[in-house]
């Protein structure tokens, strides 16, 4: 089972290039060994949330890889690398996210992430969701409603396509907290979220924005930019 690496780093500004090459250096480490991969390098992008931080998410091969992994950093050929990094930025919180049943993501054959290549950036949404209800019940929510209503979307004119949908693997962080990464089709369309209020009919009644409020009325978006090197773009 691929687990997930979720970290969001606080940087220090004036090392923001020196960070991002430390990250270029991990992805080439790991693609040494079987372990695990770099797939995204996200820059959150500025204006639109706290400055300076930078979102990853590694995939790790399994639980053993996981404590391969982590006895590197802490004692192993990656702690030098790991206590340069911890001067480039001011603190990092990390998670292990596990795929949720439907999420387009599953796991991953390490042996296909490419490294070494380049690309235009991508815009993300990240959208992290804390129910008042069964966090089970909204990730079922979710499948059931919100992931078919953005498939149905014809694919020249949509706003956002879902990549992965994640929950916190248990004992690791918050349980009732559920990650959705999606990538951003269209910019108009997002400026259009941003300087549009909702209209009236797609609040009302049946319709998803209503829906989304018997489970949750608390949640962060966050646009993110994938680094023109980033594996998953």
């Given amino acids: 089972m691929t ?3 979720h970290e969001t780093h606080r940087v220090v500004g004036t090392q923001e290039d020196e960070f991002e090459a430390a990250y270029r250096e991990w992805m080439d480490v790991l693609a040494g060994s079987d372990d695990a991969r770099l797939l995204w390098y996200f820059n959150h992008a500025h204006g639109s949330g706290p400055s300076y931080q930078v979102v990853t998410i590694t995939a790790v091969d399994s ?3 996981w404590e391969r992994l982590a006895e590197r950093v802490t004692s192993g050929d990656l702690e030098r690398w790991a206590r340069y990094v911890d001067q480039l930025r001011y603190d990092v919180q990390g998670k292990i996210l ?3 049943h439907w999420s387009p993501l599953q796991d991953v054959d390490l042996s296909t992430v490419a490294t070494g290549q380049t690309h235009e950036p991508t ?4 959208d992290t969701g804390w129910p008042d209800s069964s966090l089970d019940d909204y990730i079922d929510f979710w499948g059931r409603d919100y992931y078919p209503l953005l498939a149905r979307q014809p694919a020249d004119s949509r706003l956002l396509e879902i990549q992965s949908c994640f929950q916190v693997a248990h004992g690791t962080h918050k ?5 959705l990464l999606q ?4 910019h108009d369309r997002l400026l ?6 909702t209209p009236p009919e797609r ?4 319709t998803y924005m209503a829906e989304a409020l018997r489970y949750r009325d608390q949640w962060r978006s966050r646009l993110l930019r994938t680094a023109a090197w980033s594996p998953r773009y």
């Fill in 3 to 5: 687990l997930y690496l």
């Fill in 192 to 197: 259009d979220l941003l300087t549009t209020e």
């Fill in 175 to 179: 349980r009732r907290e559920a990650i």
């Fill in 123 to 126: 815009l993300y949404m990240e």
């Fill in 63 to 65: 639980g053993a890889a």
């Fill in 183 to 186: 990538r951003i089709h269209s």
């Fill in 98 to 100: 596990l795929p949720v």
């Fill in 203 to 206: 609040k009302a009644p049946g």
